[in-house]
């Protein structure tokens, strides 16, 4: 089913469980826990692992299968394994991939569940993590110690919206025989292919653009056969695996993936010129503005800048707040790549308890505001925005 002769819209539209007895066109939902044998010997094939097929969802199931293979075609990637939820993906990657004594280098400007699990739960599995800084990516070799195993970044960053060289670090890992773990979740596999820079692992929160609605979580790991292998005997064993019907519907978002994206990406784009032109904005960030720190290494991995803006509001955390005050249409919530805007104040609320060294480091001011562009028409999303702003 993987015809790399396909483009990206075809593979993600035409990547699809074969039919049934009844010739149905859209593929129906297999909400079933388990599967059932003909006789002994094929159901000891199967188990065996002789015989490829379905044998209880925890371990696979027909609509998460369609997911991940369409997830692969879109990154080019081997081989992969679906989550419950983004969380889940990482967990789960790091769980089965590092053992106690090992050491991993993370960008400080990682997901903030993310970084929890690092500072939380990693050091009582004996698992040291060292952190560079996203605009100091020259430090991370030195980082680096006999037992690193993975390098772990995210790009474009939250909230930051700050890049990172994908091509940069993996020379970084090949030199040191280190497995490269990018996050690709705010750039979508529509806008920015790892695996093609070299990364070994890509990991996606499906709840966010891939779903594009707001409606189910998921997750999802591509990669290496060798290294999903890994994954899936670990998961198979632990359960954190997708529900048929979580991969129904994230499989027919991935179908709408690049046309809703290149749409996003659209508004996204006017929003940051509208606001570096408003006397009330101290700076603003996206990835595909010629004002971008990072504007050159952004075109040239990614296809367009993605549907997030970082920017200051004068005023301070005072100022950032009364902005949020006034916002009518667009929703006041902490999730991102929907199809309404969404507005996020990080220093009053995801971000409040964080010390303000850390915040500095990671790109977060107590003005700054992250947007994330949705679907409405332009015209009423920047309306809103002024008015608010005056
Ligand atoms: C949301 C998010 C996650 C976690 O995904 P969930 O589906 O909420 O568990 C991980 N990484 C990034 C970059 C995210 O934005």
Request: hydrophobic share 40%.
């Amino acid at each position: 089913m993987k015809e790399k002769s396909k483009q990206f819209e075809t593979l993600a539209i035409r990547t699809q469980t074969e039919t049934t007895q009844f010739s149905e066109h859209s593929v129906p939902i297999y909400l079933t826990s388990g599967f059932v044998f003909d006789d002994a010997e094929e159901m000891r094939a199967s188990f065996a692992e002789e015989k490829q097929r379905d044998l209880y969802s925890r371990y696979s199931n027909p609509n998460v299968n369609e997911f991940v293979e369409k997830v692969c075609a879109m990154e080019g990637a081997e081989s992969g394994y679906a989550f419950a939820s983004g969380m889940a993906a990482v967990f789960s990657t790091f769980a089965a991939l590092l053992n106690s004594g090992d050491h991993v280098v993370s960008c400080s400007s990682v997901f903030g569940a993310t970084h929890g699990l690092f500072t939380n739960y990693f050091p009582k599995w004996n698992i040291e993590c060292s952190y560079f800084n996203v605009n100091e990516v020259e430090t991370i070799e030195s980082l680096i110690k006999p037992n690193t195993k993975f390098l772990y970044a995210e790009t474009p960053t939250n909230p930051g919206v700050d890049i990172i060289d994908l091509e940069f670090l993996s020379a970084i890992c090949k030199k040191h025989n280190i497995l490269l773990v990018i996050d690709n979740c705010f750039a979508t596999p529509y806008l920015q292919n790892p695996i093609k820079f070299g990364a070994d692992l890509v990991i996606h929160s499906a709840t966010k653009l891939m779903d594009g609605q707001g409606r189910v979580l998921g997750g999802v790991t591509v990669g290496k056969k060798e290294l999903i292998r890994e994954i899936y005997l670990f998961s198979r064993l632990t359960g954190p695996s997708m529900s048929p019907f979580n991969a129904w519907v994230l499989s027919k978002s991935l179908e709408t993936l690049a046309v809703r994206t290149d749409k996003h990406c659209e508004n996204a784009l006017k929003i940051a010129e509208f606001l570096e032109n408003h006397p009330k904005v101290k700076w603003v960030k996206y990835p595909f503005l010629k004002s971008h720190p990072k504007y050159d290494i952004a075109k040239k991995q990614m296809r367009l800048g993605g549907s997030i803006v970082a920017f200051e509001v004068e005023g301070g955390i005072e100022g950032g707040r009364s902005f949020f005050d006034n916002i009518k249409m667009c929703s006041l919530s902490a999730n991102l790549g929907d199809t309404r805007t969404i507005v996020t104040h990080p220093a009053s609320t995801t971000h409040a308890k964080v010390e303000a060294e850390v915040k500095a480091a990671v790109g977060i001011t107590d003005g700054s505001v992250r947007i994330s562009a949705g679907l409405e028409h332009i015209d009423d999303i920047i309306a809103d925005l002024i008015q608010a702003l005056n």
